[in-house]
């Protein structure tokens, strides 16, 4: 078949609505375009080129001809419709039940929006557009911006549930006797480290690429996929007067930043191109210490503030602090990773699903006002959670006893232990009684089981005392910052 007809009749089986395509079987030779938007094709899927600009990018080489020396499949943005390899061996899957389900009728399932929720159509789609069509619950879950992978693994369960109701099946049993949900569209892998990969079952992944292929189904309209990894780096002596990377990570990210109007991360100099979408790592200290999911680059005619040039809209949902990624783990996952700069480089987007690994292996830091209180049967302070590095959970009822306790000595009110700062009378009623509790012994130094006294070791405190009580370790006393306070 001559390459134009080729490519004529897969933008039609995928969808593609587009002035002008370009096709080549192995993804590294095009003609030049002249019409957006475009798309360049190889037999497994396609580039999508909104503007002229997107060719602007490391890995392609305009001459007389569109060159991309890697094929076009290892350029950020590429969409895989199709997989070289059909299915995962046999012989590696664990779970492997037989199928209760045909092509046909998942077909008609993914489209019947009583079944399958959006949510369950990204989850199931993100495993298709994953390599050999498998990943795990965590690659899922921080792929889609969910904070837990629970939610990937609770939603699939769910999903299961309402598949079997529909088709009156019963879902296979674990070795205990109950139900095992998760295999009804998925096998199952073990990846060896204590977390399993979901593998897309073959009757699903063919009604996904038939749906598709009959214009049912646009993957890049509903799968938010990664399409580059860009380090952001800050500047501690400029723009964080020295500050540790946790206080960092509490105060910015966790909630200066996530209540910013537009979630905006504003940047001093210009010039930076990014897609929608695109992972940021955020490099701080010679670490990597967060990440969000990018949804524009804000660019400002005149300096913002007279300060910045340029504006980053991040996804609020997406916003991840963690126990920071030094640059020799960077190397391990990019070879060509050679050290943090002030550069905003680029990370090889083959190495995605690898630094989404390592990203949901680190583990999460939860500040006191995070913790849901429904865990909060017990005043303890010192149970360590898994989901914490070196953390002890700080309980929402000691931190209401010790507000309560402290408001009646202030006739009522809720002020700052330390300056006497009250939220209701600057800002008005809206905000009374808002307030940080301090823990006047660091957590770090209690042992395990300790009973937390609401009155003698937490003290109320406005966040700007709280900030610089934190910002230096060992902490300061309440004692050290009013004294500053006298001075």
């Known amino acids: 078949m001559p390459k134009q007809d080729k490519g004529s009749k897969l933008c039609s089986e995928w969808g593609l609505n587009v002035r002008q395509f370009r096709y080549s079987e192995w993804g590294n030779w095009y003609g030049l375009i002249k019409s957006y938007p475009a ?3 190889d037999s497994y899927g396609y580039l999508y080129l909104e503007s002229p600009t997107a060719l602007n990018i490391p890995g392609i080489k305009i001459g007389k001809r569109i060159n991309v020396p890697k ?22 899957v664990k779970y492997q039940d037989e199928s209760l389900i045909n092509k046909t009728q998942w077909k008609n399932l993914l489209q019947n929006k009583e079944i399958t929720s959006e949510h369950d159509l990204k989850t199931v789609l993100t495993v298709f557009n994953s390599p050999h069509n498998r990943s795990t619950a965590s690659e899922i879950a921080t792929i889609l911006g969910e904070n837990n992978y629970h939610i990937i693994s609770s939603g699939n369960t769910s999903f299961s549930r309402r598949i079997c109701a529909y088709l009156n099946i019963k879902p296979p049993k674990n070795n205990k006797g ?12 073990s990846k060896g480290d204590g977390k399993w990969f979901y593998i897309l079952r073959p009757e699903l992944k063919e009604a996904i690429e038939e749906l598709i292929s009959e214009g049912k189904l646009n993957l890049r309209d509903i799968v938010d996929r990664i399409p580059e990894i860009r380090i952001i780096p800050m500047s501690k002596t400029i723009e964080f007067n020295n500050q540790s990377i946790g206080v960092v990570q509490q ?3 966790k909630k200066d930043l996530k209540n910013r109007y537009d979630c905006l991360f504003y940047l001093k100099t210009g010039g930076i191109y990014c897609p929608r979408n695109t992972l940021l790592l955020f490099q701080y200290d010679n670490r990597i210490i967060a990440c969000a999911k990018l949804i524009e680059v804000i660019k400002y005619k005149k300096p913002y503030d007279d300060v910045y040039n340029e504006a980053l809209s991040l996804d609020r949902s997406s916003i991840r602090i963690f126990d920071p990624i030094t640059p020799t783990e960077l190397k391990v996952i990019d ?9 905003r480089q680029l990370i090889n987007i083959n190495c995605l699903t690898s630094l989404l690994k390592l990203i949901s292996d680190k583990k999460d830091f939860q500040i006191a006002e995070e913790i849901p209180e429904e865990n909060a049967d017990k005043l303890f302070e010192g149970a360590k959670r898994q989901i914490t590095v070196n953390a002890y959970e700080r309980n929402p009822k000691a931190r209401s006893k010790c507000i309560e306790y402290y408001k009646k000595l202030n006739n009522g009110k809720t002020v700052c232990q330390i300056c006497g700062f009250d939220f209701g009378a600057f800002y008005g009623k809206e905000v009374e009684g808002k307030i940080h509790v301090h823990h006047v012994k660091p957590l770090y130094e209690i042992g395990d089981g300790y009973e937390v006294n609401a009155i003698s070791d937490l003290i109320p405190i406005c966040p700007n005392c709280h900030l610089v009580i934190h910002s230096k370790e060992p902490a300061y006393t309440p004692q050290q910052i009013k004294k500053m306070l006298k001075k």
Do not use: M
């Open 178 to 189: 109950g139900n095992r949900w998760w295999t009804i569209p998925y096998w199952g892998k």
């Open 71 to 92: 094929c076009i499949s290892s350029l950020p943005g590429y969409v895989r419709i199709k997989q070289e390899n059909n299915i995962v061996s046999q012989k590696d």
């Open 335 to 343: 070879r060509e990773f050679k050290k943090f700069s002030q550069a």
């Open 251 to 253: 105060e910015f990210f």
């Open 39 to 41: 798309a360049l094709l």
